[in-house]
């Protein structure tokens, strides 16, 4: 059974700092690409950052909007992928979601059920 779960969201101040995680199960998680998104109110949900597979050690993607505050970082023996947010802003509020990538061109995924991240201004 493919299970994704969130963790980590939660009500922060401008300026503040949230670190969410994402444990898998389920997948062949050390060769599957992991991704952050998030969905604001009203808006199409977006990529945040993007993490490579155990084949591509150290790849990172991240939106413009949040370079240099943000961090995604994988455990491969913990089957976890995290992003640390810092200098969070009211603009970074949404519900966040863990992707999950694996297979030839990426033909399987998988979605978390998401956790909100709320900045108060």
């Known amino acids: 059974q493919v299970q994704l779960v969130e963790s980590g969201g939660g009500l922060v101040q401008a300026g503040g700092s949230l670190r969410l995680s994402c444990a898998a199960s389920g997948i062949p998680f050390s060769i599957s690409a992991m991704d952050w998104y998030r969905q604001a109110p009203g808006k199409q949900r977006e990529l945040v950052a993007a993490?490579?597979?155990?084949?591509?050690?150290?790849?990172?993607n991240y939106a413009d909007g949040v370079k240099g505050r943000f961090t995604i970082s994988r455990d491969n023996r913990k089957n976890t992928v995290h992003l640390q947010m810092n200098s969070l802003k009211p603009e970074d509020t949404g519900v966040y979601y863990c992707?999950?990538?694996w297979g030839l061109g990426f033909s399987s995924d998988y979605w978390g059920q998401g956790t909100q991240v709320t900045v108060s201004s």
């Open positions: 992707h999950a990538r």
């Open positions: 993490i490579a597979a155990i084949t591509r050690v150290g790849s990172t």
